[in-house]
């Protein structure tokens, strides 16, 4: 586009039509915007013209419905908010639409994030991209499906547990998801308010490191934003690792791990010691207790900002003749099966009798927890280990499984609960064709050097810009 050879108006008719063409088998969007993405498009061409470089201009982008916008509808995938129009961009729109990206519409999820597979959207289910009976992870299924896609070169999602990474790995893409207060939260629908955050779905880590650049920064509107200056991420990816101490966390290759998904991540471990970085070996020995005190903590912070879908001010009303049946039915109604086990989990768990027993203990653990991953990055820059498990499940094996979805989660999880930033890169793939990735922590605000180590894995896997063959 900087040369003239395309413009903004011929890319983004490019996703709009590969949308057209093969998002009735994917399912990766709620709305489609493509009137407005057109004019944004046009828009850009001119700006371009006058001599405007937005660092995203005339870049077509999707957006998880959870993230506030002014022009379309976000659901969250819900019947709860079926029908919700923001009345104001989210933080993260706003810096989006400054600098010239272009939003192609909104993404499907798992309903208020609550999933790891996106079957729980009130919509429809989202299909992998490698193999559509089989999910795209979640609760971002739909951000990932749309990047691996080519139906936006780029995406918002959201990670409370995983919702970032993990779909990203399970569909061959990179996502980020920053250290906790670094994007402003304003204009996120909360999940879990001291764990959620928004983050990049790219193709490759350049583009990551471009659309955290733009995202990233303090707002005094978000009580939790950290004001710091934001570093230049594209500055960061340089080849080379030599001065960079790899970790390989003990705890995360133990019994359980698919084989094919350790063979993957060893093999990471050992291109980023071939170019140049140092392993050693690290321990996390509370993270064995992670799956606990993340859905007793979550849970719970579900159950309280959930608690204003009551039928009253907006959102979905069911009718009845007295208030207390109306709060009743609204909520039977409106919220599905997982969200209303998370509401149940959460209340009784800070239900009195009960607090200190489950919300104060799993939040001693994450104290626990936290101390783990500051001792370990003593000895070591970056954490490397598995995202996922397993790859891709089939479609409806889980579902009536809970503990087992929850369980997919096993090595995401502790980064939010410690408030880390972390990034899942295309490794291979199973002998089934499905992606499998390799996640990197790195300590609180330490974005760049997880990018360089991305970056030089990503040289290494020779991976970036991989399409399914749809």
């Known amino acids: 586009m900087a040369r003239g050879q395309l413009s903004a108006v011929e890319l983004t008719r490019s996703c709009l039509d590969r949308i057209d063409t093969f998002d009735s088998r994917l399912h990766s969007f709620i709305t489609v915007d493509e009137e407005g993405a057109m004019a944004a498009a046009a828009a850009a061409d001119t700006k371009r013209d006058l001599g405007d470089e937005g660092k995203l201009l005339g870049i077509p982008l999707s957006i998880k419905d959870l993230i506030c916008t002014e022009a379309m509808a976000t659901t969250c995938g819900s019947k709860m908010l079926a029908n919700f129009i923001a009345p104001y961009d989210a933080a993260v729109v706003e810096n ?40 795209p992870g979640g609760s971002s299924g739909g951000s990932a499906v749309s990047v691996a896609a080519a139906e936006a070169l780029g995406s918002l999602g959201s990670d ?134 993340y859905y007793l903590i979550a849970s719970a912070e579900a159950s309280s900002n959930l608690a204003r879908y009551d039928g009253v001010a907006y959102g979905f009303r069911a009718p009845a003749d007295e208030l207390l049946a109306m709060y009743k039915d609204t909520r039977t109604q409106g919220f599905g099966e997982e969200v209303k086990r998370r509401i149940l989990i959460g209340t009784y768990a800070l239900s009195s009798g009960y607090y200190d027993a489950y919300y104060k203990k799993a939040s001693q653990i994450r104290t626990l927890i936290i101390e783990d991953f500051k001792a370990a990055f003593c000895d070591c820059d970056v954490l490397v280990s598995p995202v996922s498990p397993t790859p891709a499940w089939r479609i ?48 609180h605000f330490h974005e760049s050097v997880l990018l360089r180590a991305a970056y030089n894995l990503e040289l290494q896997t020779e991976l970036a810009n991989h399409l399914p063959s749809l």
Do not use: W
Request: aromatic share 6%.
């Open 96 to 135: 989006i639409r400054a600098a010239g990206g272009i939003m192609v519409g909104k993404t499907t999820m798992d309903e208020f994030a609550m999933g790891s597979s996106s079957e729980t959207c009130c919509f429809g289910a989202p299909a992998n991209p490698y193999n559509t009976d089989f999910v």
């Open 160 to 293: 409370t547990g995983g919702s970032i990474r993990q779909p990203a790995a399970l569909c061959g893409v990179v996502g980020m998801k920053p250290t906790y207060g670094r994007v402003s939260r304003y204009g996120l629908v909360a999940f879990g308010s001291s764990l959620d955050q928004i983050g990049p779905i790219t193709r490759d880590v350049t583009d990551c490191a471009l659309m955290l650049a733009v995202v990233a920064g303090y707002d005094r509107r978000d009580s939790t934003s950290v004001n710091r200056p934001v570093e230049d991420y594209p500055a960061a990816l340089r080849k080379g690792m030599d001065t960079l101490r790899i970790g390989v966390p003990r705890e995360f290759f133990q019994e359980g791990i698919d084989l094919e998904v350790e063979g993957v991540v060893r093999g990471g471990i050992d291109m980023l010691s071939d170019a140049g970085a140092t392993v050693v070996e690290v321990t996390l020995p509370h993270i064995k207790y992670g799956v606990a005190a």
């Open 396 to 443: 409806g094996a889980k579902t009536d499984d809970p503990l087992a979805m929850y369980l997919s989660d096993i090595f995401t999880l502790s980064t939010n609960l410690a408030g880390l930033p972390g990034i899942s890169v295309p490794g291979g793939f199973s002998g089934d064709g499905l992606p499998i990735g390799i996640q990197l922590q790195a300590p």
